[in-house]
């Protein structure tokens, strides 16, 4: 395994496993209550994130398909992803509003399970995605974010992580409440 998949891969496991502990903060009986008018339950969160990494998922596999059938070379580079995105501090600084595009807002209602089972197997696409993609240039295949610009594929994945992160935090918050 590639350094870079392999920094990514543990990053995003760690992270998971964050969500995980956050969810298992809330009591069961309120993790598909809305802590408060125009927020989402731990389990809405779920979606949101179900949604997030199912879209970033299908773009990404999109994108290196391409890369591939248009000859994309080996990875060299071995230096960290994660030390290089600079959006992760902004990314993870909840102070900041950053509000989530329409198309990503749970619509659903899923109770928390099947929230959580959607956002797993999001999870576990995107990282076959990234299994299968071992060892190709993925600094070189890229698709704009809508508030950091032009990420490329390492960096896409490092934003997935981060927002995991946020996220977990959020329902963190749902638990004290």
């Given at each position: 395994?590639?350094?870079?998949i392999?920094?990514l891969?543990?990053?995003?496991?760690?992270?998971?496993?964050?969500?995980?502990?956050?969810?298992?903060?809330?009591?069961?009986?309120?993790?598909?209550?809305?802590?408060?008018p125009?927020?989402?339950?731990?389990?809405?969160?779920?979606?949101?994130?179900?949604?997030?990494?199912?879209?970033?998922?299908?773009?990404?596999?999109d994108?290196?398909?391409?890369?591939?059938?248009?000859?994309?070379?080996?990875?060299?580079?071995?230096?960290?992803v994660?030390?290089?995105?600079?959006?992760?501090?902004v990314?993870?600084?909840?102070a900041?509003?950053?509000?989530?595009?329409?198309?990503?807002?749970?619509?659903?209602?899923?109770?928390?399970?099947?929230?959580?089972?959607?956002?797993?197997?999001?999870?576990r696409?995107?990282?076959?995605?990234?299994?299968?993609?071992?060892g190709?240039?993925?600094?070189?295949?890229?698709?704009?974010?809508?508030v950091?610009?032009?990420?490329?594929?390492?960096?896409?994945?490092?934003?997935?992580?981060g927002?995991?992160?946020?996220?977990?935090?959020?329902?963190?918050?749902?638990?004290?409440?």
């Amino acid at each position: 395994m590639h350094p870079r998949i392999q920094e990514l891969l543990d990053y995003l496991d760690a992270q998971h496993t964050v969500l995980r502990e956050a969810v298992d903060s809330v009591p069961v009986s309120q993790r598909n209550e809305p802590p408060g008018p125009e927020q989402w339950s731990t389990a809405g969160v779920l979606e949101h994130l179900a949604i997030v990494e199912t879209n970033i998922g299908r773009l990404l596999k999109d994108r290196i398909a391409n890369a591939r059938a248009s000859g994309i070379g080996q990875e060299t580079e071995t230096s960290s992803v994660l030390t290089t995105f600079s959006p992760q501090s902004v990314i993870l600084d909840r102070a900041r509003r950053i509000t989530a595009s329409p198309g990503s807002h749970p619509k659903q209602n899923l109770p928390w399970e099947a929230a959580l089972e959607a956002h797993d197997s999001a999870r576990r696409e995107l990282r076959n995605t990234l299994v299968g993609a071992d060892g190709l240039s993925l600094t070189e295949v890229t698709h704009p974010h809508p508030v950091f610009g032009q990420l490329d594929v390492y960096h896409w994945i490092a934003f997935v992580g981060g927002h995991e992160a946020r996220h977990a935090a959020q329902i963190r918050a749902v638990g004290q409440a």
